[in-house]
């Protein structure tokens, strides 16, 4: 019993020095206690080890062992230099285009996930969704007048464009400014705000909210706020926020889509002609492509690498990239012919330019920022990116589902509305989950950018999580509709929405790329707490300092290890019951707790991932991919406990949370797996797996039970689906082709039991249901239904024969629709880069 209750002691005093992450001599001196009490426990006989002189020597030993590796000169030359040298070489480097864009954001909440101990005061401190009373009005007024406004059959069939009447409206209210500063004629609304205005027009027309959503993105508008000459601002802001300047931005070419270095686009500075004078200017030549508005922009902000032969600008020969505004009406720019991007309407195109010249005021802002091109995209990306897609892909969601849940209760096979049986429960439920899980990401996301951050990692994750949700949300929404939704025309409310789904995963960096290159190989140098400065200790010219440098780092790296190993250990073995957790979580608190002890795990695997694969990160891309899947889970997971509390621990909602939780830790556990079933470096995996899974991976996903429950909650009108759908355009007037289906359900409620009495008497025989004949009139005949049932009945069954009917046209109505004539262009096959709708 007394070896037990030591062994016992022993083992939580060896927890507790790991998990606190204690000094060598901390070390030190816990294996000299052990020792000693062992020694004294032997003599007294009190414990009852054989080989007593050997346990004595090992202890002493190590303890000795441990105390002369943290004397300073001892430890560093027998551990840090030889794990500098063996570092130096197996590090990934960091090219100037990668440095930049991991300066350009901010850390945050990612850091505290990849900390393996996050702070959750942190989280807890950020801001709930909140609007301004200006903003408030903006959403409510304004912006419900434009997408009563939008037509999207007429856009997107009719004449495959935005009407000029669209582009008056969102001119005329500042639609196109709402980045821009009230300093400069802009709105300078919060990017909470930007963020829900963008989601309620794209929950009406993807293509509306594009022309919308470019200015207000990265473009000419921000680049010229944040970094523009005060004579660009002045003269350039104003007529952006007023639309009488139309803007683009030309980043992708057919060669350099995400790879920047490869931009063979450039600019030489040189002497030449401009308004009748000769100056010093940049001769530029360049062949953009996807540029989103470039068909209809007035100033073309452009991408380029600089040279400058002569040394005129005193930075040598290669500047570097730069960015430059340029007014499409100046000569040599050829700009104006489109793309059809998924068959899309909004306008997307070519532009391109050969020795067109221009005056170096011409460079954002300023000669002083040539060169800095990369960098300022990079800090205006992390910003933007983290509105525009989140906002749209979280409206697209929310609106399949609320189209979707009225449609399954409408829609009837077999006498039974098609949402209440279990085949078409499991896409429903998706559509529950994807809907809460992307609203309550686009909140706490854009409520960070409001607060003044540039999440680059969070972004680049909720970018390619939020845009793959909504197409799934899309496909299921898709298949519940099934031939109702591949008919296209006026009354199709699914088709926009299908259509654009590629161009959301495709800009702004493809999913494939922010998935696997991005979102984790980049993440992990910015959010680890160690590993940038320790890569840019051994990548340092002065290898003196270097050393010194990542001495200072090496203890601290080497104490988390242990942390995060022993961590893992003991909360995977007590399945998070000793984690920690906020105060006055509640109901949520064993959720808090689960999700302490999955970043634990995280933080072990990712450490191991990067000190082991090093300079070959970037090219086990299958790898980085998985982990990037099991830190999207967490960011889920932690954005679903702050919405339940920010919006005030509604009971409904509950059970949804406690379906969200169980599959994003489900999910987390098999992207983990994934990792260490496929890690190359099989010692290292089966080291780890053991205390990432010491008993297995066995958290299963949420049950059909539970799934059920909370479709059957989505399917009744109420706060519970209110809440699932909030800040979507949302209409109950019958004659709109979606406020129609609210229409429906509403009248398909009430009228429930007058229509369980008509079943029942068509079961029986009682009453005939055919084409041609008047069944109601029947039931109403027969007594089966009073006066007032029959009419309400009579009324819904003609609402219920609008909402499942679907468009037909004539065959020269069809044959009007021809498509434009085609130019090819020089490189004609498909490349995994984006539309510059950046």
Known sequence: ???????????????????????????????????????????????????????????????????????????????VLPAYRALKGAMPTISETEREALEAGTVGWDAELFSGRPNWAKLRRVAPITLTSEERAFLDGPTVELCQKLNDWRIRHELHDVPDDIWRFVCEHGFLGMLISKKHGGLGFSAQAQSLILGKISSRSPDGVTIVMVPNSLGPGELIEKYGTDAQKERFLPRLARGEEIPCFALTGPFSGSDAASMRDVGIVTRGQHEGREIVGIKLTWDKRYITLAPKATLLGLAFRLFDPDNHLGCGEDVGITLGLIPTDHPGVEIGRRHLPAGAAFPNGPTKGHDVFVPLDWIIGGQERAGQGWRMLMSCLAAGRSISLPATSAAAAKAMLRMSTAYARIRKQFNLPIGFMEGVEEPLARLIENAYELEAARAVTASMVSAGEKPAVISALLKYVSTERMRQSVNDALDIHGGRGICDGPSNYIQGAYQMVPVGITVEGANILTRTLITFAQGALRSHPYLFTEIEALQDQDSERGIKVFARTFDDHVAFTLSNAAGALFHNLTFGAFASAPPNAGATRGWWRELARASRSFALVADMTVALLGGGLKVKQKITGRMADALAELYLLSS????????????????????????????????????????PVRWAAWLTAPLVF?????????????????VRAALEPGAFRDRLTRDIFISDDPSDRAGLLDFTLAKIVASEEADKK??????????????GYDWIAEAQAKGVLSEAEARSLAELRDLVARVIAVDDFSAEELSCSQAPAALPTQDSSPQPEHIAAE
Request: hydrophobic fraction near 50%; aromatic fraction near 10%.
């Open 640 to 679: 679903i406990l702050k919405r339940y509390d920010d919006d005030g621990h509604p009971k409904e909602d509950l059970k949804l949370v406690d379906y969200c939780a169980k599959n994003c830790l489900y999910r987390f556990d098999q992207a983990l797996l994934g990792t260490l079933c496929n890690f």
């Open 694 to 710: 010491p008993l297995g991976a066995r958290r299963g996903p949420a049950s059909d039970k539970e799934g059920k429950d909370i």
């Open 1 to 79: 019993m007394a070896e037990l209750i030591f062994a016992a002691i022993s083992l939580s005093a060896l927890f507790a020095l790991a998990m606190n992450r204690a000094s060598l001599r901390a070390w030190a001196l816990a294996a000299a206690i052990f020792t000693l009490s062992a020694q004294m426990g032997l003599v007294h006989g009190h414990l009852h080890w054989p080989a007593f002189p050997l346990w004595s020597l090992l202890g002493w030993l190590v303890a000795g062992l441990l105390f002369v590796a943290s004397l300073h000169e001892i430890k560093r030359q027998y551990i």
């Open 758 to 771: 008509l079943e029942r008497a068509i079961r029986r025989g009682e009453v005939r249901r055919f084409h």
